[in-house]
């Protein structure tokens, strides 16, 4: 059965020093994120981010792994999102997907996927399209 879910979340994106010093020469950047969801999902989440910001103004790449742990509609158990996201000169190509048997506890066999939204002010929100069996 599909559901939807919405809400605000807060991130933090810390900066980590590269574990290669081919890819800091690069541009390439390493980050530690830390998110709190609210709203039909009640969770926290920690990962860790690779981004390229290019010269031109809002191009740039990233990708991400995160697991999350809390409740998505009142179902506990963890899960992992995948990222991979792009902006060409200000327009988003985003695929951040559930992978594939991540699910835990009454999460088992969740699929489904995210968009983020990144409103003018920086308030950042998401809708979670999902599967639960």
Known sequence: MKHHATGPFDVQL?????????????????????KRFHGALEATSQGEMIAFRTSIADSAGYVALERVTGTLDGRAGSFVLQHSSTMHRGIAAQSITVVPD??????????????????????HTYAFDYDLP
């Open 102 to 123: 991540s699910g835990t506890e009454a999460l088992t066999g969740l699929s489904g996927s995210m968009t983020i939204t990144i409103a003018a002010g920086g308030a």
């Open 14 to 34: 810390i900066p980590q020093k590269a574990d290669n010093p081919y890819a800091e020469g690069a541009g390439i950047g390493r980050l530690a994120l830390d």
